[in-house]
């Protein structure tokens, strides 16, 4: 008989206790507890949540389903307005100091950063970043290439890394990760890519969709950050760029909503990632693209709030996984 290394080409892993974040399929032995386990994503959902004060797409995000953020965004002439989450109401707090849409965010609730975009005066791609400490924006040091449309994530406000973008000399591959006090280039993405979007942290990250240029021919390429080079991955089920995303490290992701370039249409499709291939999921309840969006850094869930319908919408969802651990009968 065939043993689970002859099928699978690796041994059960023997741990003392449960891995913290499980990937879907992962077989483990729980030595403490004399139980083979395995863990499961069963099904996935989106809830409606509270809507936005100000409608707006192109935005930053930052946080959790439960402590999240949005700054700055369009339409037309950029906002300055940011909106705290509790999980069911946005409240509004402290403006950041500079308006443009199509900007980066990383980080948490209370410790976020914003960086690029494009401004409106002068309208030009911009390099300032904003830091955010929970109750005020103040201007750090700035990006050493100004772009909007690029990928972003991090873990903080002194952690955090921007990729791809349009940039005043067309779309590029280059990557910036930011220490708390400046930016730093780093490797570079293997890709082309603007309208791209990230997922995780400064230096376990995914970088998913987005397209070359406007008009944007959509692309389903993914790549993965290890903290110093980006390797290919498995494609997404359906290329599409303005993405919602959101996700842990570059083993754990979801990806949701977009616009497939070829048709123009506006999607509700969403693909969680688990470290080798991207599943189709439950949709989106309303189909948008350019969302403000963020998720748990350590559960897989994730929210999308704004984003275009294609008119500017102030919708709020949540994605909660339903699934878990799961003991096998060893027997």
């Not at 975009?117 to 904003?130: L, M, V």
């Not at 050493?144 to 952690?159: C, D, P």
């Not at 249409?265 to 969680?272: G, L």
Request: avoid cysteine; charged fraction near 10%; glycine fraction near 16%.
């Amino acid at each position: 008989m065939a043993t689970y290394k002859d099928i699978h080409g690796f041994k059960i892993q023997n741990v003392s206790s449960d891995p913290p974040a499980p990937f879907t399929g992962q077989v483990w032995y729980n030595s403490t507890s004399a139980t083979v386990k395995y863990f499961a994503v069963l099904t996935g959902s989106w809830a409606t949540g509270g809507s936005l004060n100000t409608a707006r797409n192109r935005m930053g995000g930052a946080g959790t389903q439960t402590a999240a953020l949005v700054f700055s965004g369009g339409p037309g002439f950029s906002k300055t307005e940011t909106e705290s989450y509790n999980g069911s109401t946005w409240t509004e707090v402290n403006n950041i100091g500079s308006a443009r849409y199509g900007l980066g965010g990383a980080g948490t609730q209370t410790s976020a950063l914003a960086f690029g975009g494009f401004g409106n005066s002068p309208y030009a791609q911009k390099t300032t970043t904003d830091k955010w400490n929970g109750t005020n924006w103040t201007v750090v040091n700035s990006l050493n290439q100004g772009r909007l449309y690029a990928g972003s994530t991090g873990e903080s406000n002194s952690a955090a890394l921007t990729f791809g973008g349009d940039t005043t000399s067309g779309v590029v591959v280059n990557t910036e990760s930011w220490n708390g006090t400046n930016w730093t280039e780093v490797n570079n993405l293997n890709t082309t890519r603007q309208n791209i979007t990230g997922a995780g942290t400064s230096t376990s990250a995914l970088a998913f969709g987005g397209g070359p240029g406007i008009p944007v021919p959509e692309k389903a390429f993914t790549e993965s950050w290890n903290g110093t080079n980006w390797t290919e991955v498995a494609n997404l089920g359906t290329g599409r760029y303005g993405m919602g995303g959101s996700g842990a490290s570059n083993t754990s992701a979801l990806a949701f909503g977009g616009q497939n370039g070829s048709t123009a249409a506006i999607v509700a499709f969403t693909e969680s990632w688990n470290g080798s291939a991207w599943t189709e999921t439950t949709d989106l309840n309303t189909a948008r693209f350019d969302i403000g969006s963020g998720g748990n850094s350590t559960a897989p869930t994730a929210w999308g709030a704004g984003g275009r319908t294609p008119g500017t919408s102030a919708l709020t969802e949540e994605f909660s996984f339903s699934g878990g651990v799961s003991t096998i009968d060893a027997s």
